[in-house]
């Protein structure tokens, strides 16, 4: 997931650096530029959705104890490969 975020908040920003310097420009067609503010905003709502970086604390916690006690149940010493005699 975290990779899809990234990617929509790389695309949002390559259409703002786009949008500005489409703006930058002299002459701007503010229907072209209102399309273009438009798309990064649409690329940026599923980017900021994705990471939560308005989350509290807690949740913050509370993820990084769910992701280590998942990180450490899939190493229980049961090694399969080891029994090759």
């Not at 002299?26 to 990471?51: K, V």
Request: net charge positive.
């Amino acid at each position: 997931m975290r990779t899809f975020s990234l990617l929509f908040a790389f695309i949002a920003l390559v259409l703002l650096a786009q949008f500005l310097i489409y703006v930058i420009r002299e002459p701007t067609d503010p229907f072209i530029a209102g399309g273009i503010f438009f798309s990064f905003l649409i690329c940026l709502a599923p980017a900021l959705y994705l990471l939560k970086p308005f989350g509290t604390k807690e949740d913050l916690r509370r993820r990084r104890e769910a992701r280590k006690v998942s990180g450490t149940q899939g190493t229980n010493g049961d090694n399969d490969s080891s029994n090759d005699s």
